[in-house]
C-alpha cells in the first residue's frame, strides 16, 4: 500500500543552526537507504516550511512511522510526521461500466 506523508521541523524547539550539514547528511543517507529498498518511492522538500512530502510503500501506517521514527532527525526529535495519508488507485483511469 501507498501512503504521502508529510514531515516538519520542529522550529519551536531547535533553529537553523541545528540542523548542521552533518545532521542533514546523516538523514539523507538514511532516506537513500530507503529508497534504495523501494520504501520511499519519491520524496520533495515542502516549499512552505522545512519538511519533506515522501511517497511511501508499507503494508500500515505504524510500519510508516516506524520507519521514519528510525531516521536520524525523528530519533533526536527534530523532525515529526505531520500527517500520513493512505492511497487507493484512482479508479477513473479503469474500465468504465
Not at 522550529?11 to 537553523?16: A, K
Not at 515522501?54 to 516506524?66: G, I, N, W
Not at 530519533?75 to 515529526?80: A, N, R, V
Amino acid at each position: 500500500m501507498q501512503f504521502m506523508v508529510l514531515t516538519r521541523r520542529r522550529t519551536e524547539s531547535f533553529n537553523d543552526a541545528d540542523y548542521t550539514p552533518e545532521r542533514l547528511e546523516s538523514e539523507a543517507e538514511g532516506v537513500r537507504r530507503l529508497f534504495m529498498a523501494s520504501t520511499v518511492r519519491q520524496i520533495w522538500n515542502r516549499g512552505d516550511m522545512g519538511g519533506a512530502c515522501l511517497l511511501m510503500e508499507a503494508e500500515t501506517e505504524e510500519e510508516v512511522r516506524s520507519v521514519l521514527n528510525a531516521l536520524p532527525l525523528f530519533k533526536s526529535g527534530m523532525q515529526e510526521t505531520a500527517s500520513i495519508v493512505p492511497l487507493r488507485p484512482y479508479r477513473g483511469f479503469g474500465p468504465r461500466q
